[in-house]
């Protein structure tokens, strides 16, 4: 058996978390490293390492996660201006491998990205 992940762990309850949002197919809290004044994560509840390796019959669940990121961001004050990011591998900065959306706001972002 494998090791549960991080996020494996918070949707079982197992660590704690501010959960701003949940449904049958994802979840969504607080990130506890903030990289903005609001910086929230979108999970799956489906354990997808990343997203270079979801399958086409995921594609329903991808979009449901788009969406759930703009409603958690618009349910913060945050729905007209705010950033979505999505790391894919370690060589890009992923550092937990279940797919996550991470939803920044609440300052001014420059492009391009780090």
Request: charged share 20%; proline share 8%.
């Amino acid at each position: 058996m494998t090791d549960k992940t991080l996020f494996e762990r918070i949707i079982a309850r197992e660590i704690p978390a501010t959960i701003l949002y949940e449904d049958d197919r994802c979840i969504a809290f607080k990130d506890i490293n903030p990289q903005a004044p609001f910086h929230a994560l979108i999970v799956p509840i489906k354990p997808i390492s990343r997203l270079g390796e979801a399958a086409p019959t995921d594609g329903a669940l991808m979009g449901h996660l788009m969406l759930t990121a703009a409603r958690v961001a618009r349910e913060a004050g945050h729905g007209e201006n705010f950033r979505l990011a999505l790391n894919n591998g370690a060589g890009a900065g992923q550092t937990v491998f279940h797919l996550h959306i991470h939803v920044l706001a609440g300052r001014p972002f420059s492009w391009p990205p780090g």
